[in-house]
Structures are given as C-alpha cells and as structure tokens.
C-alpha cells in the first residue's frame, strides 16, 4: 500500500459512478493509471488522489466514440480512491534470473522449451527461441484454418437448420457473457454504445455458426477416413494439465465433462491436421 498521493503508472483501486447514466450505479475497478480501457482523461484526473479521497469531474466523449449522437457531451463522474499501490520492478540481473529458471528436470519434458537458464545471457538466447517457436506454431495454426476454411467453402455439405440455430445460440450466449464480463456493462448498453441491434448480431453470428459447423463436419468426415480415434486417456491427461494451469477461481467453475468434451474436441482436431499434412502443410 502507498500512503502518498496517485501518480502514473500505480495500481489504484476505485469505485465511480457515471451520473449520466440512468442506472448510476456504483462500479468498483481495478487498474494502472495510464494503462486502462477508460475515456480519455479519466486516468489523469486520479493523479494526486489519496486513498479514501473522492472527487468529482466531467469529461467530454471523444471524436473517435462509437456513439455519434454523444459525441462532444459531457459525462459526469464522481469517484472515491479506495486503494493506491506503487508498482515496483525488480532488477533484472543474474541473481533475477536464476530465481526464474526451472529445474534442469522440469525443462527437459517432452515439448517443453528449455528454462534452465541461470545467467541473463542464457535467459535471453532461451526467450528468443521461444519467440520462435511460438510464432512458427501460430503461423502453422493460421495456415491450417485457412486450408480448412477453403476446404468447407468447397465441400458439398449440408448442415442442419437445427445445428444451425443452437450454434448461434451458444455464440450469442458466450458474447454476451463477455461483454457484461469484460466489460462491466450490460447487454442493452452495450448495443446502444456500439449502435447496433440484436438483430444485426444474430445475422452475423448466423454466419459464423454456419462456417463453424461446416469446417466442424469437414474435420469429422477426414476423422472418418482415416480412422481418428481418443483414447481416454489422451482426454485424461489434457484435463490434468488445463485444471493444474488453472486459478483455484477457476477451478470452481468447470464442469469436468464439459471439460472432457473440450478436451476430446482439441485432441481429435490436432490429430486430424497431422494425418492430413498434405491438405494442411
């Protein structure tokens, strides 16, 4: 905690309300000042705050802001400083980066990138080619949907309305749940923000449903062909690994056979890719 005044770059704790809005409702947030998604100003106008302060300000919507018709208008904002916290770097020197290199064991695991570095030196050469390595996978990935996409276009394939219909259903759900998420906002504030309707987000998620299902169906009938098969335990084993990569937060939230399910659909989607090189390479 910081007993001083806010200044760019601390993490502050705040809750505001926007007396413009018809709600008024009191958001609490979390940020560092100079680095948020908020209106421009609204950080600067936190800088000298104290913890347990509050103030009051107006700031203009910006040219640049989805809604034409405020563009230029005044909102009103009152917030109270709840936390001020300086962020502090650590040097990074040899001693830094031997605290951050695994076991030489560890490092050694099968697919794994080597992270036993000990030197600053060693630590670079190591990030670099992970750099590399990971850039080359996205490329390969990319490529691979694009093939796929081309393929599905072409295929002569017809998916149900049904199929149809509960694919852009879990789309809109799964939006939706981002934006009131994300975003802190709900979902009508959201489509007068943007200036859209629900009904032109239903027609673009129609599509996307649709393309989705396409190249779903395209992977299954190579799937087919080839004989593709999930062990149980291949499924084991990456629902192992997401729920030890996962926060104890979210751990709370999985359903273990949804997270079979997603586990399954990864595994057979790799293994399709790799006995069809010569469609996705």
Do not use: C, H, W
């Not at 949907?145 to 759900?173: C, F, H, Q, R, T």
């Amino acid at each position: 905690m910081k007993n001083a005044p806010a200044e760019k770059n601390d993490f502050v704790e705040i809750s505001y309300q926007n007396r413009g809005k018809e709600t008024n409702e009191e958001i609490k947030d979390k940020f560092i000042i100079g680095e948020s998604g908020f209106m421009p100003g609204f950080g600067d106008n936190l800088i000298g705050m104290e913890a347990g302060e509050e103030k009051e300000f107006k700031l203009k919507l910006p040219e640049n802001s989805l809604r034409e018709d405020l563009i230029g208008k005044e909102s009103e904002f009152k917030v109270k400083m709840i936390s001020v916290q300086n962020i502090e770097l650590p040097e990074i020197d040899d001693e830094f980066i031997k605290q951050l290199g695994l076991d030489a064991k560890d490092s050694k695991k099968e697919g794994a990138l080597d992270l036993s570095f000990d030197t600053l030196v060693s630590f670079k050469k190591s990030m670099g080619k992970g750099i590399i390595l990971k850039k080359k996978e996205e490329e390969k990935q990319k490529r691979r949907i694009n093939i796929l996409s081309k393929i599905a276009e072409k295929a002569k394939l017809e998916v149900p309305e049904s199929m149809i219909m509960y694919e852009k259903g879990k789309l809109m759900d799964d939006f939706k749940g981002k934006i009131t998420q994300g975003m802190k906002i709900n979902f009508e504030e959201y489509l007068a923000t943007t200036n859209q309707t629900e009904e032109q987000l239903k027609e673009i998620y129609q599509k996307e449903a649709e393309k989705r299902l396409r190249e779903f169906l395209v992977l299954m009938t190579i799937g087919d062909v080839e004989n593709v098969e999930v062990a149980p335990e291949e499924v084991g084993k990456m629902v192992r690994e997401l729920m030890e990569n996962s926060s104890m937060g979210q751990l709370d939230t999985f359903n273990i056979e949804e997270l079979k399910g997603y586990s399954k659909g990864i595994i057979f989607k790799e293994k399709v890719f790799q006995v069809s090189e010569s469609f996705f390479e």
